[in-house]
């Protein structure tokens, strides 16, 4: 029985495909992309958990927990498919760094209801609601984006 692994250029092939999984953050662009929407979704899995923490914290109440997950995801159902007509009219790059920005807009406004003491349900619920809005946008026009900075072959390893 042969137990040796077939080589390509001289490396065994397991090493070869995964080399080959990291292909798309060769190109600069896209490898900042990448970071920084990761630094993105971690801020935003913080302030997802943390707005649910302060929910139910605020009203020991599993229902406003979900008015409020279904409010920041009513808006992504209804809005995402004219979003996507729109963006593909619209410059990608400036709407993704538009909607960023929107969203630390949002996240500092929420911060500082929290800071102050003055927050309520509704403000939660209402800021979730935009939130919803903006992601509406945000998530066509990330995906979208992808096509414009990585070559034609390594658009499926970047979407993956």
Same mark, same amino acid.
């Given at each position: ?55 139910? %914290?605020? =009203? ?10 279904? +409010?920041?995801? $009513?808006?992504? !159902? /209804?809005? @995402? ?11 990608? %790059?400036? =709407? ?10 949002? +996240?500092?406004? $929420?911060?500082? !209801? /929290?800071? @102050? ?44």
């Amino acid at each position: 029985m042969n137990n040796k692994q077939p080589t390509t250029n001289g490396n065994p092939k397991g090493l070869a495909a995964t080399a080959d999984i990291w292909r798309s953050l060769r190109n600069r662009n896209y490898r900042l992309f990448f970071i920084g929407q990761g630094v993105s979704m971690i801020g935003t899995w913080m302030q997802m958990a943390s707005v649910s923490w302060a929910i139910y %914290r605020l =009203t020991n109440s599993p229902v406003y927990l979900g008015i409020n997950g279904f +409010a920041s995801l $009513l808006p992504s !159902f /209804f809005a @995402t498919p004219f979003a996507g007509v729109m963006i593909d009219r619209w410059d990608r %790059r400036r =709407t993704v760094i538009t909607t960023q920005v929107l969203l630390m807009i949002q +996240a500092v406004i $929420l911060a500082a !209801f /929290f800071l @102050t003491g003055h927050v309520s349900v509704w403000h939660i619920i209402t800021l979730s609601f935009f939130g919803g809005m903006i992601n509406a946008f945000d998530m066509p026009a990330r995906q979208a984006l992808v096509f414009n900075m990585v070559k034609k072959e390594n658009v499926s390893n970047a979407i993956a």
